[in-house]
């Protein structure tokens, strides 16, 4: 057993006053009703309710968390059965309470927690360092501009971050593509060509408001989710466009990728993940990659933040969105990989912030936060175990 682990061991902890645990029975009319779909569930007990000056968020708890968080409204050591022989999936949710500032560790300048509890939590320790590929340095330039840059709420800074890497729609953008109508139209896909031809025998369009979004006909998955576990980025720069996008949409379009999507108009084409198939496993990813590496040699790329590397220019990369058992309720927002790791990038940062952390401290705080969130944030992966067997 390692000192800091012994430590944590045999340290005190309390509650946190900064949360008010409600069980489901006690919430307002509007709560209740808005959370009335886990009502009954085995592992439900409640909400804890945050202080609402602060910029922390609403978190459902179970029976276990609730009795642990009653047992420590007066400050004392763990409970012998989690001191004794935790569970790693228990010792996870435990280091998670710290980290969030539900639960409070007694130090000898009082009780911590959050990004000032980080460094006594053995199971967060940073992995070595080392360079990283161009994804990973893209990745950690946004985190480092967002933690040096004003104090923004966690939502706009998620924003923020998951448009890094976009290039700006200057003037001259403008003008370039000023007599572009349809994206589709410059790029060959109607039916009077071959590639439009190819298009249209195999794939039918699905209606969307950002993306021109292509399915195969024999998938009957049409709805705006595809319900497929992997998306790859193929990421072009603007640069590339002309003959990147064609030769990328022609080797997806006849390697069989089961959809893809496409983003629409100027500003669309200038983001990073402007282009993004959709596949059903890790070995068909692996495969598109193959045949997309070829094709798009010697084009320039741009990059997508946050996503895992499959070339080492940025050019192809790929993603997981979560799974359903990350959304608990029909009514929460369905997230993207992207914008599930932004935001809780973004609340770990202003949390960090608000702790009087400095910046590169607030960046070491939201990576070990992810991290445990079961994401690799050295190749932007996430866990296998915790999220879908490849």
């Known amino acids: 057993m390692t000192d800091a682990l012994h430590a944590l061991l045999n340290a005190r902890f309390r509650a946190?006053?900064?949360?008010?645990?409600?069980?489901?029975?006690?919430?307002?009319?509007?709560?209740?009703?808005?959370?009335?779909?886990?009502?009954?569930?085995?592992?439900?007990?409640?909400?804890?309710?945050?202080?609402?000056?602060?910029?922390?968020?609403?978190?459902?708890?179970?029976?276990?968390?609730?009795?642990?968080?009653?047992?420590?409204?007066?400050?004392?050591?763990l409970p012998g059965a989690l001191r004794d022989g935790a569970s790693v999936a228990q010792w996870q949710g435990l280091l998670q309470l710290i980290i969030d500032g539900i639960l409070e560790i007694e130090t000898a300048d009082g009780f911590v927690c959050g990004p000032r509890a980080a460094g006594l939590l053995p199971a967060l320790a940073a992995p070595p360092s080392a360079p990283g590929s161009v994804l990973q340095q893209l990745s950690l330039r946004a985190l480092h501009a967002a933690a040096a840059g004003p104090a923004l709420p966690p939502l706009v800074l998620s924003s923020r971050l998951y448009r890094h890497h976009t290039v700006p729609l200057t003037p001259a953008w403008q003008q370039r593509w000023a007599g572009v109508v349809d994206i589709r139209e410059a790029l060959g896909l109607h039916p009077g060509t071959a590639l439009g031809a190819l298009l249209f025998e195999h794939y039918g369009e699905v209606p969307h408001a950002a993306w021109h979004l292509w399915r195969r006909e024999d998938l009957t998955q049409c709805e705006e989710q595809?319900?497929?576990?992997?998306?790859?980025?193929?990421?072009?720069?603007?640069?590339?466009?002309?003959?990147?996008?064609?030769?990328?949409?022609?080797?997806?379009?006849?390697?069989?990728?089961?959809?893809?999507?496409?983003?629409?108009?100027?500003?669309?084409?200038?983001?990073?993940?402007?282009?993004?198939?959709?596949?059903?496993?890790?070995?068909?990813?692996?495969?598109?990659?193959?045949?997309?590496?070829?094709?798009?040699?010697?084009?320039?790329a741009q990059g997508v933040p946050f996503t895992c590397a499959l070339t080492d220019d940025g050019m192809l990369s790929w993603g997981s969105d979560p799974p359903d058992g990350h959304r608990l309720l029909d009514w929460q927002r369905v997230e993207s990989w992207r914008s599930w790791i932004t935001r809780r990038l973004a609340f770990a940062l202003v949390q960090a912030h608000g702790s009087g952390a400095a910046p590169a401290e607030c960046v070491d705080f939201a990576l070990e936060r992810l991290r445990l969130a079961q994401v690799d944030t050295h190749t932007w992966s996430p866990s296998a175990d915790a999220w879908r067997e490849e």
């Open 16 to 77: 946190s006053p900064l949360f008010a645990l409600v069980a489901h029975r006690d919430l307002a009319p509007g709560e209740r009703a808005a959370f009335a779909a886990l009502e009954g569930r085995g592992d439900y007990f409640g909400l804890l309710m945050p202080d609402t000056a602060l910029p922390l968020s609403t978190k459902t708890v179970g029976h276990d968390t609730a009795a642990l968080l009653r047992g420590l409204q007066q400050p004392g050591p």
């Open 226 to 300: 595809l319900l497929l576990p992997f998306k790859l980025y193929v990421s072009l720069h603007p640069d590339a466009l002309a003959p990147g996008l064609r030769l990328a949409v022609e080797t997806l379009a006849r390697a069989g990728a089961p959809a893809f999507k496409l983003a629409r108009g100027s500003a669309g084409l200038l983001r990073p993940d402007k282009l993004i198939a959709y596949v059903e496993s890790a070995a068909q990813r692996d495969a598109l990659a193959a045949r997309l590496v070829p094709a798009l040699r010697g084009l320039r």
